[in-house]
């Protein structure tokens, strides 16, 4: 039901990390962004609706002072809020929040790095837009950084810092669904595949701990109170989020899965569609619009963003 | 990324080095003795308790230039010297070797696995020497230590870490093509079929619960592969099955070509393989533009003198010196180039004092300096 369209290419390969692709849809110009990572550049590239022109930008990662290139970034994402799109990078030095073009950063915040290396790697990851105006980053330590981000301009500050998790996050998501009724408004997953379900508000509220069943969960979901994640060993599971009970499981692939998607404004948990791509390792996935009509992935050493659409 | 990824890069690295160096001095009839000595040497090297020390210490992945040079410290540790060319060859084996492993790997914590593969082989190459094998052990428990804690999330960073450096290397290497394990465009093969790895359930399930945990429904789909059930659980141990094939010497296994036991007589010209390889002959071309009017001399006389010939791993070998044209095949005809690599006895006296001090006292640099100075000072010692 799907087929395979002409690919986007991209100026620099995809690197190995988790969740390395994001797309922003904008209707308005009839554009889609996709931003992939390769170390420690971003890989912009807005696509037109009609396939017929393509224009790249590169973000290198600016770290405050001085550009160095062992300052890997570890992801990359759009978070969309009512008043504005920002684009958020995450690396070993801290966090960049640019304006969604990627043209001007707004925002700087730098990770705690100790003096010399110590064991345990340093770096952020995992990013989410939650609700109205907050955009929060997960961290190696465990942590979850709250940022209040105004309207306009660029007056971000970091509000609250969240301390549950004590394994390295690894991804977050904010309820997609559009609909308030949901108590849940964000998870966190971490490397032990520990979910944390929060509310938000002036002060983030945990509403509940999935305890993960050892080994990483690597990508998640939210989607009308459910969470979808997606684990080291292959599995994908669907838990409800506020009270964790757990409502279906896949065996879904034959290797630790990188990213995973919804498609909000479909809801279905059957099996549609599968497609292997060849000689790849895929490690970006992404619905590139809300009826999951299209959708794009990456893989490792791979300069092109692979499409598909519904036939 | 990860601070815990040299040693493995190294060891791994090493351990692919010392499989081609050992298989090209094996082909060429070496006197078994001078191979058994270069192989000793080279593995005290990369085994030395201070050098280990220094690289399980957390830091940062060296750059290629770096990891070329510290690679190539330890194989001039022994008599045996290579050229640039050579070395330039023998760093390109290596590493994609290596990436094939990291990439093709199936959990993350695999990668222990495949250096113990490495460390297993290597104590088995030198078996006869007690005290090696002690390092080597000794260096195993090492790992075990640092390494059998880390959850598989910590190792996928490792792994992570590792495929950033090896990112976009697409050389495309005769033994593997011709095994199918890469593809013409330099990228590797990834199979969909066979057991999924320990720890695994075979994809294609989809199981509903009720809120009571009890299982009401199930369901299932084409998984776009055809996979088995897992394999049995490996060792982590000091020795034990390992499972896995990647990081085994894939050198020792005797291509059909190889069968013939060598004669000390010359031998006829073997029949050339009869499909041509365009990319052997390109390599050759490169390599030899790259030596230029480079003279391959005859090496009768060298006692201890090394030729080691990194191209012929697909080519048909002469046991004559000097440049050899396989002719009146009808095929496309290749020349065998064999690089000389002779012993320089002085430069063999320093390197030997130099080794011999560095296993006595190899002692740390203080300081941070760029990264690889420390380790590159302490192999000089000085």
Known sequence: MYHKEKSIPIKSSASALYNNLSVLRIAPRCLTYFTVVHANVVNMVSASWDGLNYSHRQLQSKEGNVATSSSLIMQAAWCVLPSRDLLVLTSQKGIQMYESDGSIMVYWHALDTPETPTAKAVFAQGISAVREKHICVGVSSGSVLVFDVPSKGSNITLSEVLEEHKEAITDMASECSGSLECIADLVSADDSGLLCVWKSGEDFQLLNKIPGFDTSCSSVKLWKGTVIAGYGTGQIRLYEAVTGILHAEVNAHARWIYSLDIAPFTGLIEHMYNECVTDTQICGAKFCDGDGYAFAVTGYDLSEIIRYTQA | ?382
């Open chain 2, 1 to 382: 990324m990860s601070q815990r990824t040299l040693p493995l890069l190294i060891i791994n690295l090493g351990g692919e080095m010392i499989y081609i160096l050992d298989q090209r001095l094996r082909a060429q009839d070496e006197n078994d003795d001078k191979t058994q000595r270069v192989m000793n040497d080279i593995v005290g090297t990369m085994f030395n308790k201070a050098f280990l020390e220094e690289l399980l210490r957390p830091q940062d992945l060296y750059s290629h230039r770096a990891l070329r040079t510290v690679l190539t410290r330890i194989a001039h540790a022994s008599i045996m010297r290579l050229n640039l060319a050579s070395m330039d060859k023998l760093y390109d084996l290596m590493t994609m070797a290596f990436k094939y492993q990291i990439v093709l790997c199936p959990r993350p914590e695999d990668l222990l696995l495949i250096t113990f593969n490495h460390t297993d082989t290597i104590k088995e190459l030198v078996k006869d020497n007690p005290s090696l094998v002690n390092q080597i052990n000794e260096a195993q428990r090492q790992l075990i230590e640092v390494y059998t804690p880390l959850s598989d999330g910590e190792f996928q960073l490792i792994r992570h870490t590792l495929l950033v450096l090896f990112q976009d290397m697409q050389i495309r290497v005769s033994i593997f093509l011709k095994e199918n394990i890469q593809n013409p465009n330099g990228h590797f093969v990834l199979q969909t079929s066979g057991p999924v790895p320990h720890g695994f359930e075979v994809p294609g399930l989809i199981r509903w619960f009720n809120a009571k945990g009890r299982e009401v429904r199930r369901t299932r789909f084409p998984s776009g592969g055809s996979y088995t059930s897992a394999v049995r659980q490996a060792s982590f141990d000091l020795s034990g099955d390992r499972v896995t094939l990647l990081g085994t010497n894939m050198y020792s296994t005797p291509s059909p070509e190889d069968m013939d036991p060598p004669t000390t007589s010359t031998r006829k010209p073997k029949q050339a393989d009869t499909t041509p390889n365009p990319l052997a002959t390109e390599e050759l071309n490169l390599l030899a533009k790259l030596m230029g009017g480079m003279e391959v001399q005859k090496l009768l006389n060298v006692e201890a003198g090394f030729r080691v010939n990194l191209l012929a791993f697909d080519q048909e070998e002469e046991e004559e010196e000097g440049i050899v044209i396989s002719e009146g095949t009808g095929h496309q005809s290749s020349r065998v180039i064999n690089l000389k690599v002779t012993q320089d006895q002085l430069a063999s006296t320093e390197l030997a004092r130099i080794a011999g001090e560095f296993d006595e006292e190899g002692s740390q640099t203080e300081g941070p300096g760029n990264k690889g100075d420390d380790l590159l000072a302490m192999m000089d010692e000085l």
